[in-house]
C-alpha cells in the first residue's frame, strides 16, 4: 500500500489567495508518499503539495499565483528532502543482501581453510546432481580422512544444515578419502561448503518416504512444497 508524511507547511506572505483576495494568509504544506509492506515503509514514491488559503480555507493550484510566488513555492518544495525512516524497507534489505553476501564469502573461506587442515567432527556439504548431503569426519589418519555417511539429501542447499543431526548418519560404515581426492573433489564443486563446531539441527522438517523405502533413497521435502 502508501502512505504519507508530511514533511513541511509553511505560509508565502506575498501571496494573494485567488478566491478571497486577502494576502499573507496562503498556507502549504509537502507530502511525502511512500511505498509501505504491513505498515513497514520500503520507499519514497514522489512528493506533492497542498496550497490553501487559512482565511477562507479553499485550496488552489500553483498556476494561480504570479510567477515570482510559483517559484517560491517550487522552491519550497523542491527543499524538503522525504523524511530517512521512510527508506526503511530499502535499508533493511540492502542490510540483509549485504550481510548474506559477507556470510557467503566468509564460509567459502573457511572452507578453503578446514579443507586444507582438517578436523574431526568437520560437516562436509556435497552436491550429488541436484541433491544436498552431508559427511561428518570420524577419523584422521596421516594423509586419509575417514567420513560418516548422513543417509538423507535435500533438494535445497538452504536445508542441508538441518540434516546435521546425530541419528542421521549411518553408524559403522566409514567413507576414506585422501587429501587429494578431496581437493579434487572441491575443485570439481562437489564439495560445497565445509562446517567447523555446527551445532545439530532442531529445526522442524518433513521427510518424504515410504515404509518400503530405504533411509539412503529418502529426500527431505521442501517446506514451502507442503
Not at 506575498?14 to 496562503?26: L, S, T
Not at 542490510?95 to 579443507?115: C, D, H, M, P
Request: aromatic content about 14%; hydrophobic content about 35%.
Amino acid at each position: 500500500g502508501y502512505r504519507e508524511a508530511t514533511l513541511k507547511a509553511g505560509t508565502f506572505e506575498g501571496a494573494v489567495c485567488p478566491h478571497c483576495g486577502q494576502q499573507g494568509h496562503v498556507a502549504c504544506a509537502v507530502y511525502s508518499r511512500h511505498a509501505h509492506i504491513m505498515w513497514i515503509p520500503l520507499f519514497p514514491i514522489y512528493k506533492r503539495m497542498e496550497i490553501w488559503c487559512q482565511q477562507c480555507g479553499e485550496q488552489s493550484q500553483i498556476m494561480n499565483y504570479p510567477g515570482e510566488i510559483q517559484e517560491q513555492m517550487r522552491s519550497f518544495k523542491r527543499a524538503q528532502k522525504p523524511r530517512i525512516w521512510q527508506f526503511l524497507g530499502l535499508i533493511l534489505f540492502v542490510v540483509f543482501i549485504g550481510s548474506s553476501i559477507i556470510s557467503g564469502q566468509r564460509e567459502k573461506a573457511n572452507t578453503k581453510k578446514y579443507l586444507e587442515a582438517p578436523a574431526l567432527n568437520d560437516v562436509y556439504c556435497f552436491k550429488y546432481d541436484n541433491e544436498y548431503s552431508l559427511m561428518k569426519i570420524a577419523q584422521i589418519q596421516e594423509d586419509s580422512v575417514f567420513f560418516l555417511n548422513n543417509e538423507y539429501y535435500t533438494t535445497k542447499m538452504s536445508d542441508v544444515k538441518k540434516l546435521h543431526r546425530a541419528n542421521f548418519y549411518e553408524q559403522g560404515i566409514i567413507y576414506a578419502y585422501s587429501m587429494d581426492e578431496l581437493q579434487e573433489l572441491y575443485d570439481d564443486k562437489e564439495i560445497r561448503y565445509i562446517w567447523r563446531d555446527l551445532a545439530y539441527s532442531t529445526e522442524k522438517l518433513k521427510i518424504r518416504e515410504s515404509d518400503a523405502i530405504e533411509k539412503s533413497d529418502s529426500v527431505i521435502e521442501n517446506e514451502d512444497d507442503s
